[in-house]
Every structure is written in C-alpha cells, then in structure tokens.
C-alpha cells in the first residue's frame, strides 16, 4: 500500500488553506510588492477579496464584518506603509476588544533588518497594538501561527492579531499538514467563573435595595444577551448599556434605561449615582461612563464580572470580582437567584418599588426626547426618522462626533450586533468603511452608514469600494457643517472661540454619487426629511443622502470634562440679557 504524503504546496497557498479551514470567506486587502504571490493565490481562489481603497479601511471593514457577526474578520496589507496604514485600526479593534486576523507582508527575510524598499518594523510596531502578533521566520511555523491567530483572536477577551509573512515564506514549498490542536501554555482563559462568588453574587443582588445593571459589550462579545435578559427580569431590576453595549438588552424592554456617561441619560446617570448594589458585567469603568471616578457610583457595591482579569479593579475596586465568561456566568447567577426567589424577593418589595419610582421621576424629569423645528433638521430629528424606518432592526454603523451620540439616544437596537461603532478610539473615518464590512457579512440586511461631514471626508474612496460592489449601503450624511464635537466643547469651555473646525466645501451629494454610478441627494428642510430617507432605503443599490442640519446644536445632557456623571449640562445655556 503506497505511503499517502501531505500535499506540497507554497506558503501562500498553505495560508489560504488555513483560511479555509477557519471558515474565513472574505479578506478586505489592498495588495503590494511583497504580497504578490499571496495575491497570484488569490486569483482561482473561492475566499473573496474584498480591494478596499486604504489600508486603514481594510481594518476598518474587517471590524465591521466582525462586530456584525461575531466572526474573526481578516485584512490584508503589504509591507512597509501597507502595514503601518492598518496601526489606528488595528487599536481601535484593541480597544473595543474585536477579534480581527491581520496579515501582512514583510520584506524577503535575508533582507530585514537592511532597510530594503518598503521594509518597516512592522512587529515591533504593532506590539502595543494588538493582542498579540507574529512574526514568521520558518515556512514550517505557517499553520500553526495561522491556527494560533484566529484562536487569540477569538477566545477570551478577543482581540486584533497580526502575522507578519516575509516575501520569501509566501514563496516557499512545502507539505503541507492540517493543524489539529492548539497549545499555548502561557495563555489563560477563565470561563467558568467562581462558583462561591457567583452565589454570593445572587444573595447580594436579592439584599440590595436599589439595585441597577450596567452592561457592557462584553455583553455582545459573549452572545449573553438572552442571559441578560433573564437576569433583569429576575430581579426586576432597571438596566443600562453602555455605548459598546447597545442592544445587549432590547431597546424596548420595560427595564432598559438608556445609555449612561458623559451623554447618558439623566435617568441612567442618576440611577448609578444613587444605586446601592451596581451589578457591572462585560464594562471597563471607563472615563466617559464614570466621570470623575472617585464621585462615580459613591453609595454602590460593585459586583464585576468580566473576562479579563486585568479589567477587575483597574479603575473601581469591586466588592465582589468575578473573572469568568459573561453568558456563563449569568446563567450561574439566574439559576442561584431562581433557586432563592421564593425566599428573598419579598424581603425588599417595598423599597424596590419606591427605587423603580424613583427611576421613572427621573425619566419623567427629564426624559431623553428628540427634538423638531419647523425652520431646519435638526440632528435629533434625523436621528429619530432612521429609528422609525429601522424599528430597530437595521445595522447602524456610525461614524465619530455628535451624530455618533445622538444616533445612540434615539436609534432604537432590539439585537445585539445592531450598532457599529468606535467607542474606546473614537477614529473618525471609521463608519463608511464599517458599514462595508458589515454589508458584506449581511447581504439581505439593511445597512445605515450615518456619518457626519468631517469623519464622511476621511474615508470617501470606499465610495468606490461600495459602488463596485453594488452595495446597497445607505450613506447618511450628518452634515452641520464643522467639526461638531470639537465645535461644541470650544463653544462651551473656550469662550466660542472656534478654531479650524468650520468643514466648507463639502461636495455636491448628487454629483459626488453620480460620479462613482450610483444616486444621490441633498435636504435642507424638515419637510423632505422622511420621503427622502424612504426613497434612500427603497433604492435598491448604494445611496448617498446629504442632510443639512442645525449647525449650532448640541449634544446634551453633557457631562463635562472632569466632572461627576451626576453634574450633568441637561440644555443649553440661557443667555445673558446685555446690560442697559
């Protein structure tokens, strides 16, 4: 009987079997000199290519294609200036803990270290700004690194991994053998949680008077939204998400509060003021959710669950930390709450009730509403007709800035993986290229882009991706005219004195959509507000809308910089009367 041998096969085309064999489909690229034999793999390969038109977008895409799903996204870039265009994308997906695969090229190996064309330290540039990152010295070392990759990736708290891939390793030959097994010694992952410290948990939870959920993407990121769901409703308890967390916890479930921090809601901002127990999971007490953290949550016990061990306790000290697996270890915590209920929920009905009626006072003193005008659209009003066409059901890719907040106010997401956008970056130029990563990954699904005119202008070549492509993305232009947020803070706290955010020149939506082959409009007035979004929506290819809105609005509530979640701006300032 003749010995079988595994296939030979280059490195390229050992790399795009390991693709494969991770059930990659689609890679967003823009290929150059040291990744051409990855490319002539390319060619008769089933794995689409998706040619991005920046490096930059191709991480962003990648991300996309990743938050809408939950899947490992891939990007790809040559060497030198290809590799370091992928960096602010690369730690946006750091900070937002997506799980993305970034490969790139790099000079042949006898060549680095020599300053050869287009030959940057990509490794030691991207240390800081992935999860983790390879290098590849030995063709041998390919599938096992690949296989490593998206294992990392993934796992845990996920997260962007690059692999470098030399020139002469994308060319090489050799025998190919399939990877079955992963062993990285030094790489911990703790799913389960404590299970003393879980039921401790439920007992706190059925003690506590006042108690308030506030949820996180780690949420999203462990498909523990239904677990969720069930916790809230066990202890009847308000909820909040934050602006990773959108749609953690249906929009429109009776318990959902809105989202809190520095453009939260007074409802939310107050309930994590004045709660008792704060029951924190899938969160990372962030600046822009604490405010000034010694004022954050002062009456509060903290309950912290999260993945990642580093979180627990950086920025607040809980009382009780669980490291362990979100949906894991709420279905611990709802079993052992089930199993006490009958005992201890009528211990603490009364205050309960008085909590939730406090809760609601608050959301009926100042309640987070849209706002209209007869004259001009205002952001709150756009905002409000996408939620009505979407009801909740539309991926929202935003871009960064006032749209990004006001989209999170009042657009409505009753599924996770609704809402994409850069929360801990804050990278402007990444709602384009994400909606096409997103439209990719879900063909039949509405895809809003809501971008505003500065972060719209960072990423216009995607236009081209978008319309070679077909790709009925509905592009809503936010447009106020200036850089909103930074206008909003020099008109605030630097005595109005606006420098170098006025945008002009935007150009004409019509022609600019024209000009790639697909339609495209400007709106200035209210009244053509929602025919001209249902005439976007009901195109059935790529749309560009131009919606000139107020240029002086604000986002409010606001919390200043520095201040107490509880210190909320909740309007604008009145103003002072001149002196007679």
């Known amino acids: 009987m003749p010995v079988q041998t595994a296939p030979l096969l280059s490195g390229a085309l050992m790399l795009l079997e390991c693709l494969v064999r991770e059930g990659v489909d689609c890679i967003f690229g823009y290929p150059g000199g040291v990744t051409l034999p990855l490319y002539d ?86 240390r800081s700004c992935t999860k983790h990152n390879f290098l590849i010295k030995s063709l041998a070392d390919l599938p096992q690194v690949l296989h490593e990759a998206f294992y990392l990736a993934a796992s845990g708290r996920p997260g962007p991994v690059l692999v470098d891939i030399p020139k002469d ?44 959920v506030y949820a996180g993407g780690g949420i999203i990121h462990g498909e523990a939204s239904e677990e969720l769901r069930q916790l809230v409703e066990l202890l009847d308890a308000p909820a909040v998400c934050t602006l990773m967390g959108l749609g953690a916890l249906p929009s429109t479930h009776p318990n959902f509060i809105s989202m809190p921090g520095m453009h939260g809601s007074y409802a939310a901002n107050m309930g994590m003021t004045h709660a008792d127990l704060l029951i924190a999971i899938g969160v990372r007490f962030d ?25 627990i306790g950086k920025n607040r000290t809980p009382e009780l930390p669980i490291v362990g697996d979100a949906r894991r270890v709420i279905a611990k915590m709802n079993k052992f709450l089930l199993e006490t209920r009958d005992e201890m929920q009528p211990r603490n009905a009364a205050a309960r009730r008085a909590w939730w009626g406090q809760v609601n006072g608050w959301k009926e003193e100042h309640p987070l509403t849209p706002e209209f005008s007869d004259d001009e659209i205002k952001p709150q009003h756009l905002m409000a007709e996408i939620d009505r066409i979407s009801n909740g059901e539309a991926i929202v890719s935003s871009d960064v800035g006032q749209h990004q907040m006001w989209a999170a106010q009042f657009i409505r997401f009753n599924k996770p993986r609704l809402w994409l956008n850069s929360g801990g970056l804050g990278s402007m130029g990444f709602g384009l290229p994400a909606a096409v990563g997103a439209q990719f990954a879900n063909p039949d699904k509405l895809v809003f882009a809501i971008v505003g005119d500065g972060g719209f202008q960072m990423s216009v070549p995607e236009l081209a991706t978008i319309a070679n492509h077909g790709l009925p993305v ?29 945008l002009d020149g935007f150009p004409d939506a019509e022609k600019l959509a024209g000009a790639y082959g697909f339609k495209g409009r400007t709106i200035e007035h209210p009244r053509d507000l929602r025919a001209a979004l249902e005439a976007a929506v009901a195109e059935p290819g790529p749309y560009l809308l131009n919606v000139r809105v107020s240029p002086y609005e604000n986002v409010y509530p606001m919390v200043p910089s520095g201040g107490a979640i509880y210190e909320m701006v909740l309007r604008p300032p009145e103003p002072v009367e001149a002196s007679r």
Not at 88 to 114: N, Y
Not at 196 to 205: F, S, Y
Not at 287 to 300: E, K, N
């Open 287 to 311: 600046d822009r959710v604490t405010g000034r953290l010694a004022a954050f949550a002062p009456h509060a016990e903290v309950i912290h669950v999260d993945i990642d061990p580093a979180e």
């Open 474 to 502: 509905k592009i809503i232009v936010s447009n106020n005219g200036y850089l909103g947020m930074v206008r909003q803070w020099q008109e605030l706290f630097y005595n109005n004195r606006l420098s170098a955010v006025t």
């Open 169 to 212: 390793i994308f060319q090489a030959q050799g025998h190919y053998t399939p990877v079955n097994s992963i062993h990285l010694p030094g790489y911990k992952v703790y799913t389960e949680g404590h299970t003393g410290q879980i039921r401790r948990a439920a007992q706190m939870m059925w003690e506590a008077e006042r108690p308030f």
């Open 41 to 126: 793999a390319l060619y008769d390969h089933p794995i689409r290519h998706v040619l991005v038109r920046h490096e930059q977008n191709a991480c962003f895409a990648a991300e996309g294609y990743a938050r809408s799903t939950g899947r490992v996204g891939v990007c790809c870039a040559t060497s030198g200036p290809g590799a370091t265009n992928l960096v602010t994308g690369l730690v946006d997906a750091l900070m937002d803990s997506i799980p993305v695969v970034a490969l790139t090229g790099q000079v042949s190996s006898k060549l680095i270290g020599s300053d050869a064309f287009q030959e940057a330290d990509t490794f030691g540039i991207t």
